[in-house]
Every structure is written in structure tokens, then in C-alpha cells.
């Protein structure tokens, strides 16, 4: 982790412009060196900090002046922020404020916090992305959000580098704000491809076996069902449609649900962690390992071969089948998301938060909600931030990088595939021809 930091000659001196001194921060102690001087989070065209002057800038500062509330359990801590970014890189310093009384508030804890970004060069867009932070994170201080930013000087005996998997500009985008809206009116999120003539029947065949495992034979499941249906191109008429599902249904209920040790959707979900489609961590390897978790009885890859996918007779060579798989998986994923939304607005809605209130987002109950109802509230935040991660990932780019990650986690030998002339491979048995 490294982010490079410009301070002044000086500190406290809020009308100071000239920051000549650049530190390449890598390390605890270099950065408690750094920000005893007043400095800034950017370079600037000769060393005079203006939006105008603004060159590049690796690093987001955000302030934490726990101002949104005056009961103590409400603040935000080191150990809160864990649980809000556990796979983000961050640095957590305290400000010159830290547990004094400050503007007539009573002493508490004040943070500056360092996230290391990619090097953004326009001004712009390196406000934008603060704004983004501050509206997804609303504790955050909503004052002095643009590219010139200075934060004032202080002496830090501890500070903190939080290790992550990604960065804040990977969790929270700016195309993100610009396009939340538009996607926001699409039930399904950003699209993803077709299910082509020649592979709808078997695509949707599993498709609903998969959700009604996971469902049960529900109106959630059917509904699941249909939406993925409508990728379908040409359209399957409605009969066939009708056909597939109800002899799905029908293996369900005769193979599925009388087999031992079988354990309804109901009670399965209630554990959630037990049955969550959330990968551990937001980045590709994170999103392929729940992939192969559930896909991995029915993809393969080889160096020869590329993918295989069982398309419910045999082994088919086919990449565009595979990524196929990876759609299938996106739409459950999906689904499982917006589910946990519900389920946490369900869960402040039975707790007595107004419907209103919820609906209008973290930021307002953070003013709304007291200390016992906080944890609902960041529950909330990973919810939606969950939410936004599947949208995001339903990118075409994001749907083949997750595919490629997956590679290894698929890898067989080509030796295995023909290692005896007289056996058939399939997902569950070898049969002897």
C-alpha cells in the first residue's frame, strides 16, 4: 500500500497554499511524519493548491468529525470502519481534534482517512469520487469535498494501515452515481446476453432446477424463472415455457425433496451466511470462487480444450456456454442480493423505523435511528454496497474477467477426459459404454 502525500512548511495555517514537500508514504511511520505538517492529498502545479492547479492525486482523504450524533454508541470507530471496508485499503489517522472538544462539540474520536485510489488527473472527477464516498458512506464530513482539499497538521501516536483486496474507487465509482437512477428503473440491473436458439431448452431446464433448490417450489422461484426466460432469443413460446418448468417441479418434488438429509429452502436460508451468494471479499477472485462453488459440477477447463460445459446430455467445447454459466450465476446472484436489502429493510421496518425513513437511505437514518438500531443501519450500507457490486459485475468486461479467474479453480487435466476409451464423463457418475 502507497500513497504519496504534499505538505506544507508550516502548521495551522489555514491560508497557506504552497505545498513543496512530497512524501511517499508506505510505511506507519512515514505516515505519522507526514501529517504533523498542514498538507494536502495532491499534486499541484507549482506547489500552489487550487482546483485549477490540480495535476494528480493517488490518495482520497475523507474526515470523520462523528458530528451526525451525540450518543457515544453511534460514533464511528477503528473498529466500525473495519467492519464497514474489510477488504478496502485504507490508513486511519487521527485529526488535530481527536477526543477535544471542537466547535461546541463535547470531546469524541475525529479521523482523517487515506484510501489509496488509481491516479486520477482531472479535478472533476477526483471531486466527483469524494462526493460518491460521502454519499455512500454519509458519516463522512459533506464539507470541503473537492480536489483541493487541505487538512490541517497533528501530532499522531498511533496510526492505522488497514491491508484490503480493493480499493475505495473499485467499491464506490463515480459511474456508479452518474448511472444509479437509470439503473435503478431496471428490475434486473445491467443487462447481460441472449440464451440463443439450440441451447434455451437445456439453459432453462437448469435454470429452474437451480432455483428451486434454492427457493423451493414458490412464486419467487417461478418469478426467477420467467425474468431469465425473457434472455431468451428467440423467445420459447409460452407452452414450452410452462412445459419446462412443470417438469421441473415435478423432479423436485419426487427426487429433491424425498431424498434424506434434504432440508427445505426456508430453513436452509435462514441461515444466511450458510447459503449467501456473496463472495468474501469484492474483486475477482472473491466473485470466482462463489461461481465455482455453485458451477463447478457443470464447468471445466482445459489448456487444450478452453471450457467445457455440461449441457445436460454430455461435455460441449463451448466458451460462449460457459459464460452462459456465468449469466445464470449473475441472475441468482442478483436475486440474493436484492433479497438481503429486503431483508434488512424488513428487519428496521419490524423495529419501528418508518418506511419513509428507510427508503430514503443510510444517510437519513443515521440521524433518525438511536445506538441499539446502528448495527441495522450499517447492515444496510453492506447490503446495498452488495447490491451495487452484482449490478456493476453484470458488465459484459466483468462477467469474462470472472470467468478467466475461474480458470485455475476449474483447471483438470486434457489426459482425463479420454483416459479410458470405453468411459463416459459426467458431473455425477461414469458410465460404462
Not at 11 to 26: E, F, H, I, L
Not at 148 to 156: H, L, N
Not at 420 to 426: A, G, M, S, V
Amino acid at each position: 500500500m502507497q500513497v504519496t502525500i504534499f505538505t506544507a512548511n508550516c502548521v495551522g495555517q489555514a491560508g497557506n497554499c504552497s505545498y513543496p514537500g512530497k512524501v511517499t508514504v508506505v510505511t506507519p511511520e512515514q505516515l505519522q511524519e507526514a501529517v504533523k505538517k498542514d498538507h494536502v492529498c495532491g499534486e499541484f502545479k507549482g506547489n500552489y493548491r487550487s482546483i485549477d492547479n490540480f495535476i494528480r492525486s493517488d490518495v482520497i482523504v475523507m474526515d470523520i468529525d462523528n458530528d451526525h450524533s451525540e450518543d457515544p454508541t453511534e460514533w464511528i470507530t477503528p473498529e466500525k470502519l473495519e467492519e464497514l471496508f474489510p477488504n478496502v485499503e485504507y490508513l486511519l489517522a487521527p485529526s488535530r481534534h481527536h477526543l477535544l472538544e471542537k466547535e461546541g462539540k463535547s470531546a469524541r474520536p475525529r479521523y482523517h482517512m487515506y484510501f489509496p485510489i488509481t491516479e486520477i488527473t482531472d479535478a472533476t472527477k477526483y471531486g466527483n469520487l469524494k462526493k460518491s464516498i460521502q454519499n455512500a458512506y454519509p458519516f463522512f464530513d459533506g464539507n470541503a469535498l473537492d480536489a483541493a482539499r487541505f487538512i490541517f497538521g497533528a501530532e499522531c501516536d498511533e496510526v492505522i494501515f488497514h491491508d484490503g483486496w480493493m480499493t475505495v474507487d473499485e467499491e464506490v465509482e463515480i459511474s456508479d452515481m452518474e448511472e444509479e437512477d437509470f439503473d435503478s428503473e431496471m428490475p434486473g440491473g445491467k443487462s447481460s446476453g441472449p440464451i440463443l436458439e439450440g441451447s434455451r431448452n437445456n439453459t432453462m431446464s437448469r435454470f429452474a432446477g437451480r432455483v428451486l433448490k434454492r427457493y423451493g417450489d414458490t412464486k419467487k422461484a417461478h418469478e426467477a424463472f420467467l425474468e431469465h426466460a425473457k434472455k431468451c432469443d428467440p423467445p420459447l413460446p409460452d407452452f414450452e415455457l410452462k412445459t419446462i418448468w412443470n417438469s421441473a417441479v415435478k423432479f423436485f418434488r419426487k427426487s429433491i425433496v424425498t431424498q434424506d438429509g434434504y432440508v427445505p429452502p426456508d430453513e436452509y436460508n435462514a441461515d444466511f451466511a450458510g447459503s449467501s451468494l456473496k463472495p468474501e471479499d469484492y474483486s475477482d477472485i472473491g466473485q470466482a470462487k462463489v461461481l465455482v462453488r455453485e458451477y463447478g459440477d457443470e464447468l471445466k477447463y482445459t489448456s487444450a480444450t478452453d471450457f467445457l460445459r455440461f449441457d445436460g446430455e454430455c461435455w460441449r467445447e463451448d466458451k460462449q456456454m460457459a459464460i452462459g454459466a456465468v449469466e445464470e450465476f449473475l441472475d441468482l446472484q442478483l436475486q440474493d442480493a436484492m433479497d438481503e436489502v429486503d431483508r434488512v429493510e424488513k428487519a428496521l421496518e419490524d423495529a419501528g423505523v418508518p418506511k419513509a425513513s428507510i427508503q430514503a437511505g443510510p444517510k437519513e437514518l443515521l440521524k433518525e435511528v438511536d445506538g441499539k438500531l446502528l448495527p441495522l443501519v450499517y447492515m444496510l450500507m453492506g447490503a446495498q454496497t452488495y447490491l451495487k457490486f452484482v449490478q456493476k459485475r453484470r458488465d459484459y468486461k466483468y462477467i469474462v474477467s470472472a470467468a478467466n479467474t475461474a480458470k485455475p479453480m476449474l483447471a483438470i487435466s486434457v489426459s482425463e477426459l479420454d483416459k479410458d476409451e470405453i468411459l463416459i464423463n459426467t458431473p455425477y457418475a461414469t458410465i460404462r459404454s
